[in-house]
């Protein structure tokens, strides 16, 4: 089974910075794509951003322009550089990885418990 290690977050203001990052225990030739979510309180769970193991990622619009993804080079490793936190961006963010473990014949998602965010105002 994957398990997925979380680190960062914490509470921060208004303006701040913090980082994120996780780490997935696979192999990196079973990865196909890792990446963040959250999740607000009474609110549904949305994509902040995911990027590939080509490099190819998807950033949420609300976080455009403030938020950085980036993968390890050999590691599966995936890091999140929040940067202008506004009090909206409030949230427990977990890891997803999408993984095709040795034996499966699809690919398959897994999660990382989550690490709460707080950004004051």
């Known amino acids: 089974q994957v398990q997925l290690r979380e680190f960062g977050g914490g509470l921060v203001q208004s303006g701040g910075s913090l980082g994120l990052s996780c780490e997935a225990s696979?192999?990196?030739?079973?990865?196909?794509?890792m990446g963040w979510y959250r999740q607000a309180p009474g609110k549904q769970r949305e994509l902040v951003a995911t990027?590939?193991?080509?490099?190819?990622?998807e950033i949420a619009e609300a976080v455009k322009g403030r938020f950085a993804i980036s993968m390890d080079n050999t590691k599966s490793t995936v890091y999140l550089q929040m940067n202008s936190l506004k009090p909206e961006d409030t949230a427990v963010y977990s890891c997803?990885?999408?993984?095709?473990?040795?034996?499966?014949?699809?690919?398959?998602?897994?999660w990382g418990q989550g690490t709460q965010v707080t950004v004051s105002s």
């Open positions: 696979i192999a990196k030739t079973s990865l196909y794509r």
């Open positions: 997803r990885c999408d993984a095709r473990l040795p034996g499966q014949s699809a690919r398959n998602a897994y």
């Open positions: 990027i590939t193991t080509l490099g190819i990622t």
